[in-house]
Antibody
Framework: EVQLVESGGGLVQPGRSMKLSCAAS????????MAWVRQAPTKGLEWVAT????????YYRDSVKGRFTISRDNAKSTLYLQMNSLRSEDTATYYC?????????????WGQGVMVTVSS | DTVLTQSPALAVSPGERVTISCKAS??????MHWYQQKPGQQPKLLIY???NLASGVPARFSGSGSGTDFTLTIDPVEADDTATYFC????????FGSGTKLEIK
């Protein structure tokens, strides 16, 4: 059974940093692209970043470029999202998702999500 | 960015057929996907690449369309289908529609 379990969320002040993790199991992690998708409270879904199966390629939405970094450790079957210079508009539930192949532009499995609140 | 437009809400009775539409601001070929999100849960993939049923999804769900106009059909609708349905395109940087909230009367 595919499982994606996020951790690392919470309350953070504007301008500070936070790192999210996603532990994957139930599939060969190193064969799949992964992505982060977020959802602001009572809002719709917003793609944040994608990383290829081997970590060689990364892609970001414009509003997080230069502030967020997606990475992965295939030996640990873990996906990360380093978030710097956080803003109030980054407040959302962040979902770890799996792509159907070596990259991730649609998402066949989702974690339960982790809440990130950016507020002073 | 490619904007996806969905109607905000629908209400139908159990056993009926419901169609949920999604219109793209530019052609996305067949790179359209559909998700179901029940309250308090993560989204679940229903349909990928316009018309392909995701693993484990009941055959009551189907998708169609290409270019700019897409449809998700549920036939027949069941009470458990109460959820918000999102379309998402992957032709030009992933973007999502704002969602259609489906109420079962």
């Amino acid at each position: 059974e595919v499982q994606l379990v996020e951790s690392g969320g919470g309350l953070v002040q504007p301008g500070r940093s936070m790192k999210l993790s996603c532990a994957a199991s139930g599939f060969t992690f190193s064969n799949y692209g992964m992505a982060w998708v977020r959802q602001a409270p009572t809002k719709g879904l917003e793609w944040v970043a994608t990383i290829s199966y081997d970590g060689s390629s990364t892609y970001y939405r414009d509003s997080v470029k230069g502030r967020f970094t997606i990475s992965r450790d295939n030996a640990k079957s873990t996906l990360y999202l380093q978030m710097n210079s956080l803003r109030s508009e980054d407040t959302a539930t962040y979902y770890c998702t799996r792509g159907p192949g070596i990259t991730a532009y649609y998402f066949d499995y989702w974690g339960q999500g982790v809440m990130v609140t950016v507020s002073s | 960015d490619t904007v996806l437009t969905q109607s905000p809400a629908l209400a139908v009775s159990p056993g009926e057929r419901v169609t949920i539409s999604c219109k793209a601001s530019e052609s996305v070929s067949t790179r359209m996907h559909w998700y179901q999100q029940k309250p308090g849960q993560q989204p679940k993939l229903l349909i990928y690449k316009a018309s392909n049923l995701a693993s484990g999804v009941p055959a009551r769900f189907s998708g169609s369309g290409s270019g700019t106009d897409f449809t998700l059909t549920i036939d027949p609708v069941e009470a458990d289908d109460t959820a918000t349905y999102f379309c998402q395109q992957s032709w030009n940087g992933p973007t999502f529609g704002s969602g259609t909230k489906l109420e079962i009367k």
